[in-house]
Every structure is written in structure tokens, then in C-alpha cells.
């Protein structure tokens, strides 16, 4: 499977690109701040047609780029039906300061066509089935997709980082939330699968098992 990683122009956002292979249809991932021009450049290098782009949560580094890469390509956006709300106004996950961050005027419009996904959900897509996992914690509406099953990655969005969790003091997040769905839906993963981070670099699920302090923590407690 090709998979590309664009890094955002803020806050280290990871784009990923999946396909099959050069030549074929793919799906957009999490296109942040500042993706869209080396997006467009990466699909017509790699000679791919996007289906879909697929949201792992409404927060606006993840989002940024969603309506121009949608429009672009005359392709759905999907989303966790509890963050819909944020492709309607982006602003309401993030405290007064937010504004700030990403620039000076946000001329924001949502994609026209948003589907909705629901925990469990499966979706096949460009030759790829991507199974939702719905784990919220760092927002409501926050998941993880599933692909894969001899060797199998997730793309954790901001639940799961490479030795780090996602932060659950926005609004929307819940620690009580954040936990329940480490210890329901990341830890019962198999330690090979690889996961693919909403920021920084990938990793393993036996890697983050093994020194990952919060999942470290959740397992003994888990065990006691």
C-alpha cells in the first residue's frame, strides 16, 4: 500500500495519502493548514484520483483544507456524526485564543457534500476497506480507521501519538472519555499494527504498549 505523509504548514498536522499504488484512486486524510497546494502536486506526481477525504476529528488543524481539496476533486468528506457540527463552525472546538494561531481571517465554508460515520462503520474505498473506530476523548466525535488485517494500520488522528495521547482540556474533550477509549479500542489492537498519528511519527501499537507512559499507566491499573 502507498502511503504519503504531507506535514501542515502549523502544529505539525499530518496529511496522509492512501492507495493502492501510483495510478490509482486514493483517499485524503486530515488535509491541515496549508495542505492543498502540495496536495494537488503530490496527486499529479503520483498520478492518483482521490474518492474521498476522511476526518479523524472536527479540529480545525485537521480540517483547514478539507472544502478546497473537496471541491477540487468533486469528493464527500466523512466525519464522525458527533463532530459534524465543527464543519459548521470549526471555531467552536477551540478556546478564544484559537483565532490567533491560524491566521488573522478565517473565510471558512463547509464541504458540500458531508456523509456521516458511525462506530463500526466500514467503508470501502479506493481498493482499501477502513474500519471506524469511534474513540472520543480529545473530542467527541474523534476516530480512528482501521485498515487492514494481515498487516494492519490505524490512523489514530489525536487519540494516539508516538509516545504521547491527544490533550482533552478543548472543548468537547473528556479525560473520563480519553481513557475508557484507550483501554477499549487501542489496547485490545494487535502489537504489530502500525498507527498513524495525527502529528508526529508513526509507531507501533506494541511500541506505544511498552513505553507509552498513559498507555503504560492504563494497562497496570487495567491489571491491579
Not at 32 to 45: K, N, Q, S, V
Not at 125 to 151: C, K, Y
Request: hydrophobic share 40%; with cysteine.
Amino acid at each position: 500500500m502507498l502511503i504519503e505523509t504531507l506535514v501542515a504548514d502549523a502544529f505539525g498536522t499530518n496529511c496522509y495519502v492512501l492507495a493502492d499504488g501510483p495510478g490509482s484512486e486514493c483517499v485524503v486524510v486530515d488535509p491541515g493548514i496549508g495542505i492543498a497546494p502540495r496536495l494537488e502536486e503530490l496527486l499529479r506526481d503520483k498520478r492518483l484520483k482521490p474518492v474521498a477525504v476522511m476526518l479523524t476529528h472536527g479540529h480545525l488543524d485537521h480540517t483547514f483544507s478539507v472544502t478546497p481539496v473537496c471541491g477540487a476533486n468533486d469528493v464527500p468528506a466523512y466525519i464522525h456524526a458527533a463532530d459534524r457540527h465543527l464543519l459548521e463552525d470549526p471555531m467552536q472546538g477551540f478556546g478564544p485564543g484559537m483565532m490567533s494561531l491560524v491566521g488573522t481571517g478565517l473565510d471558512w465554508t463547509e464541504p458540500d457534500d458531508v456523509a456521516v460515520l458511525a462506530d463500526g462503520g466500514a467503508l470501502d474505498l479506493a481498493g482499501m476497506t477502513f474500519t471506524v473506530d469511534h474513540a472520543p476523548g480529545h473530542t467527541q466525535g474523534s476516530a480512528m480507521f482501521n485498515i487492514g488485517a494481515a498487516d494492519p494500520f490505524c490512523l489514530t488522528g489525536d487519540v494516539l501519538f508516538n509516545n504521547g495521547i491527544g490533550r482533552t482540556d478543548l472543548p468537547g474533550g473528556s479525560e473520563t472519555q480519553m481513557s475508557a477509549s484507550l483501554v477499549n479500542k487501542v489496547l485490545p489492537k494487535d502489537d504489530h499494527t502500525v498507527i498513524l498519528p495525527g502529528h508526529g511519527p508513526r509507531s507501533t501499537i506494541g511500541a506505544e504498549r511498552a513505553g507509552n507512559a498513559y498507555l503504560h499507566h492504563l494497562v497496570a491499573a487495567h491489571r491491579a
